[in-house]
Structures are given as structure tokens and as C-alpha cells.
């Protein structure tokens, strides 16, 4: 398989001024880059593609070497790559009908990522073995110290840096990772995915939201405030910015870390794992209306959209899948329409099942359940269902 690995970095305050100086210098090279398309198509309908511009390199590396010159030219192949990949993906959203969303100038704030090809490139990974310090090599940087808090494995395929506030990342790309596959259990389990717990499963088990926003949120808003109150391109403000931008990422690393610990759970003593197809950006989207008329409940669907990207979901049910592969077991997508108002025991749906947020009554059995269990159970048999008849076809 191929996997991820992220650990944090601790440059010196030199290596962390070249980290920096090397983050800017590729953001210059992809906007030039992305100019470069814009012009030639405007002006003569030439199309430039990747390879003219690699081939280009040479020139613009010699003709800047205090500049361009500094760095790897194989991570500078990276970046026009990710250029041509932006392209790519502009076209392909243009032949299916979708909204393209043309490429745009990265500003200082939208470009946090620089990658190397590990292949003696300008980037080593491990470049002092003997060392009892793991350390990273980067052309133009140096050696340049890991806080390695798990082992790599598999053959490491590109090295990235990547810049999150004032803290900087290696994420190491890893092909051949072997998986780690766990013994078989014989459980098979359906979950449904809540606000107010984060995962019900279908034999009674809530994994509880922490809710990590809404824990900030004061801290938050007082953080904002301040920032409103700064004038455009002064310290203070940029002091201020720093600030806002350290809390969001706190809430994302408190987000997922939960989630990891809360996927490992379900993972590690369950075999068959049935969950809803979600369409989360459908289900976050604004509520109807317009600004002169706007629809009925705007508040709270915005506290409801709010809810739902704080327990993170999404987030959720990528990780599990990586883990679920990862560990050998199967995971099932199912069809969440009705799930949470049809009934577990005789199959009757009705909105009025489901009274409240937590109480489900069948109206016409008399089952009552929590609401989110009796779904869950509704997912699995789901799942089990569909699984069945994959088998049999």
C-alpha cells in the first residue's frame, strides 16, 4: 500500500528562514508558470504544457542562481507538475459539466507546500543514519532536525515541507508499506454518525463528540475580534493573524487525533463495518434563499452546518477507511436515505417515528429506541444486505 507519514520539524532559526525563503521562491516559480499558460493561450492559442516548462528550467536556474538557482531543480519539476495537475483537473470538471474553477495565483497565504522526489534530488531522508537524532536533508537548506515519533516503512517515494502557523512539516510519501492485518473477530457492526455523538454503533456503544470548536470558540472570537481591529500590513496585524491561525489548527489537531482513536476502536474489534454514503457538502450547504428573501430556519441550519463540520465527518470516514484497509477488514457504504425513520423491528417508515432528536416510538409497532442505535441497526442490516448481493452476482 502506499501511505503517509508526518512529523514535525525543528529547524534552526537559519534553516527555518531558508525554509521560508525556498516556500516563497516556488510560490514566485508556479505563479510565473501560471502566467506563462495565461499569456501564450491569450495572445498566440498556444497551449504550454509541462514539458515545455521543464525544459525551460535550465535557463531560468542559470539566469537566477541566487534566486531559482538556490534549490533542487527536482522539486521545481514538482511544482510546475502540480501546476499541470491543476490544469488537468480544470478540464476534466469542464467535460463533465461541472464547475471548472480555473487555476489561480497563489498568494502568500495559499502556498504551504514544497516536494522533493526522493530519489538523490536534493532531499535525503535519514541523511545522518549514525546520528541518534533523525535529521532530513534539503538542497539549500541543510540537514535539517525530525521529531520522528513512529517508524517509517515502506520505500520512501517523495519528501514534502509543508508550513502550518509557525510550524513546519515533513510528510513523507511511502510506497510498499506492508499492511498490518489484524485476526478475524466475527463481529460485524453498523454505525451512524451523529452530532451528538460522533458514532453510534448498531449493539448500543456512543463514541461521544468533544465538540473541540465549540470549546474554543471564546478564545476564538476574542482572537477575531482583535484581528478585526489591526490595520491591514502591520505587525500587529500579522501577530494577530498568527494567532487566529494557531487556534484553528489546535481545534484540527484535537479533531484528528479523535477521530483516529475512535477509528483504531471500531477497527480493532470489528470485521464487517457498515456506515452511511454521506454527502456532506450537500448536507453543510446554506439554507435556501436570498439575501432580500432568505428562507425559513437560516440560524439554525447555520448552527446545524456548524455542528456538523466540528464533529468532522468527513475526516472521520477517511481515516477509518485507511485504517480499515490497513488492518484487513471490510467497509461498507450503504444508501442513508431513511435510515433514521424507518423502524429496526418491523420495517414501518414514518417521519412522525422519530420524536425527538434522541427518542424513536414506531407508530405503528410501539418500538421505541434511541434514535441513533435504531438506525445504526437499520445501516447494518443495510450493508449486509447489499454485501450479500454483491457476493451472490
Not at 6 to 17: C, G, I, N, V
Not at 29 to 44: G, S, V
Not at 84 to 89: E, R, T, V
Not at 226 to 249: C, E
Amino acid at each position: 500500500m502506499r501511505r503517509s507519514f508526518k512529523f514535525l520539524l525543528r529547524p534552526t532559526s537559519r534553516q527555518a528562514a531558508a525554509l521560508a525563503a525556498c516556500l516563497e521562491d516556488h510560490r514566485q516559480l508556479y505563479n510565473a508558470a501560471l502566467e506563462h499558460r495565461r499569456t501564450a493561450y491569450a495572445k498566440a492559442g498556444v497551449t504550454i504544457r509541462y514539458g515545455d516548462q521543464s525544459a525551460e528550467l535550465k535557463h531560468i536556474r542559470a539566469d537566477d542562481l541566487d534566486g531559482q538557482g538556490r534549490w533542487s531543480a527536482g522539486s521545481q519539476q514538482q511544482t510546475l507538475r502540480r501546476l499541470d495537475k491543476a490544469f488537468a483537473a480544470f478540464f476534466r470538471r469542464i467535460k463533465k459539466g461541472a464547475k471548472p474553477g480555473y487555476p489561480r495565483f497563489k498568494g502568500r497565504g495559499w502556498f504551504d507546500t514544497v516536494e522533493w522526489p526522493a530519489a538523490r534530488n536534493g532531499a535525503t531522508w535519514d541523511s545522518q543514519p549514525h546520528d541518534p537524532v533523525t535529521r532530513v536533508y534539503l538542497l539549500g537548506i541543510g540537514h535539517v532536525r525530525v521529531h520522528r515519533h513512529r517508524a517509517v516503512k515502506g520505500r520512501v517515494k517523495t519528501i514534502g515541507v509543508k508550513r502550518e502557523g509557525r510550524r513546519w512539516y515533513v510528510v513523507l510519501s511511502c510506497d510498499e508499506v506492508p499492511a498490518q492485518l489484524l485476526p478475524a473477530t466475527g463481529v460485524v457492526v453498523g454505525i451512524d454518525l451523529g452530532v451528538a455523538s460522533l458514532v453510534t454503533t448498531s449493539d448500543g456503544h456512543h463514541i461521544d463528540n468533544r465538540r473541540h470548536l465549540a470549546a474554543c470558540a471564546g478564545r476564538l472570537a476574542s482572537a477575531q475580534r482583535d484581528l478585526a481591529r489591526t490595520k491591514r500590513g502591520s505587525k500587529r496585524r500579522r501577530k494577530a493573524v498568527a494567532r487566529v491561525a494557531a487556534l484553528h489548527a489546535k481545534v484540527r489537531r484535537q479533531r484528528v487525533d479523535r477521530a483516529h482513536k475512535a477509528a483504531l476502536a471500531l477497527v480493532g474489534g470489528c470485521d464487517v463495518i457498515v456506515h452511511e454514503d454521506l454527502r456532506i457538502a450537500n448536507m453543510t450547504r446554506s439554507a435556501s434563499g436570498t439575501i432580500e428573501a432568505p428562507g425559513r430556519n437560516v440560524a439554525a441550519k447555520s448552527g446545524l452546518n456548524r455542528s456538523i463540520l466540528d464533529a468532522g465527518w468527513g475526516v472521520f470516514l477517511t481515516i477509518l477507511a485507511h485504517k480499515a484497509e490497513s488492518a484487513g477488514r471490510e467497509l461498507i457504504a450503504v444508501d442513508p436515505r431513511n435510515t433514521s425513520r424507518t423502524c429496526s423491528r418491523c420495517g414501518h417508515c414514518a417521519k412522525d417515528n422519530r420524536l425527538t432528536q434522541a427518542a424513536f416510538a414506531c407508530t405503528a409497532c410501539g418500538h421505541t429506541a434511541h434514535a441513533d442505535v435504531n438506525a445504526a441497526i437499520n445501516i447494518l442490516r443495510a450493508g449486509l444486505a447489499l454485501r450479500q448481493a454483491t457476493q451472490a452476482a
